[in-house]
């Protein structure tokens, strides 16, 4: 059994243990802060076909977006825009505990799919946007490889002058192919990176352009979302790059040319900035001090965690909870496990994460 299936079966009997103890109660009262960022990437129609973890896990359907506004609205949560958690920090005032909304990277479906339920129910919303998808020069090239290993039984290249092979026969077989493939394609120079996933779908006649056609907002998708009252547009760099990996010239590049970008682009203000993957292994003190030098009233990461009242002096790097609703098991009522901080407190081996 690999690691993913194996953390998929632990979370199969934890989830459901953990919510039926109550035992989130109990942890509300220290782990689950003034309130939580939620981070979203895609909402999207379910898919009937085989998928790869890797990419259905940051996928939720419209169904469930739904269930997830009416499950909080029902426990009474303050639903506030990043403008508004911004300014509660700031001034420390009081009031129940609040949710706000973002969504990652610039998918399309945030406008297809996501938009008119967060409308119909009036949810502010962030959307950050890695500025080359708009404009036509990246690509969310990890679908392409997801249908390329579907599609094959073995996938054979070379790189740098090495024979690889990877045998995905089995659907187990192809989960560890995608992840091992990814990990490659990454794991070298950040400057190559986009010659590189170039390369390795030149070897099977992928057009990348042309497989992801439609997946990202285009500008004036963006421009007509920015109209909105409940919109507000972050940045989150040029080339989604792990910000760890460059100098720090070339990071800060990466995050000033994309605010530049989209306030150019909108003739608005953009105050509100993402980490791409801002993990802990890809984002700490010295990528927190660049954005908190480039002037953002916010700056979230992935790392999971809820808002405390010491993120008043340091909005440069706010926690969020990760929704999924496979990782989730389908049940709506599972992510009560983290915005009460059951899952914050055993993912970060019972600290509560403010800075690092």
């Known amino acids: 059994m690999n690691t993913k299936t194996l953390k ?5 009997t934890l989830w459901p243990l953990l919510y039926h103890t109550k035992i989130h109660f109990i942890s509300r009262l220290v782990y689950s802060g003034i309130g939580s960022i939620l981070m979203f990437h895609r909402v999207c129609p379910a898919d009937a076909r085989i998928r790869i973890q890797g990419n259905s896990g940051m996928e939720v359907t419209p169904n469930y977006l739904e269930n997830l506004i009416q499950y909080l609205i029902r426990l009474k ?6 403008e508004k958690v911004h300014e509660r920090l700031r001034t420390g005032c009081r009031g129940g505990k609040f949710i706000a909304f973002t969504f990652d990277d610039g998918y399309a479906d945030n406008f297809i799919h996501a938009y008119p339920i967060l409308k119909k129910y009036n949810i502010p919303f962030t959307i950050y946007v890695a500025t080359n998808y708009p404009d036509g020069q990246l690509t969310p090239w990890w679908y392409p490889l997801e249908e390329l290993i579907l599609k094959n039984e073995c996938l054979e290249f070379k790189e740098d002058g090495e024979n690889q092979k990877f045998n995905c026969k089995s659907l187990p077989e192809k989960e560890i192919t995608f992840h091992r493939l990814r990990t490659l394609l990454m794991g070298g120079a950040n400057a190559d990176l986009l010659s590189r996933v170039q390369k390795f779908f030149n070897f099977y006649n992928v057009d990348l352009f042309e497989a992801t056609k ?5 500008w004036e998708q963006i421009k007509t979302l920015n109209k909105e009252k409940l919109v507000t547009f972050g ?9 760890n990996r460059l100098s720090e010239k070339d990071a800060t590049d990466e995050i000033l040319k994309s605010k530049h970008r989209l306030e150019s682009k909108l003739k608005d203000e953009i105050n509100h900035f993402s980490y791409p993957f801002g993990s802990s292994q890809e984002v700490n003190e010295r990528e927190f001090s660049i954005a908190r030098q480039c002037g953002f009233k916010t700056s979230t990461t992935a790392r999971w965690g809820n808002i405390f009242k010491k993120h008043k002096n340091h909005q440069e790097c ?4 990760h929704v999924s609703e496979k990782r989730d098991l389908y049940d709506i009522n599972f992510i009560s496990l983290s915005i009460n901080g059951i899952i914050p407190c055993m993912v970060n081996k019972f600290k509560r994460v403010v800075t690092i």
């Open 8 to 12: 998929r079966a632990v979370i199969k």
């Open 77 to 82: 949560y303050e639903i506030i825009s990043l």
């Open 214 to 218: 439609g997946y990202m907002l285009s």
């Open 235 to 243: 940045a989150h760099t040029v080339n989604h790059l792990a910000l």
């Open 318 to 321: 706010l926690p969020r909870i």
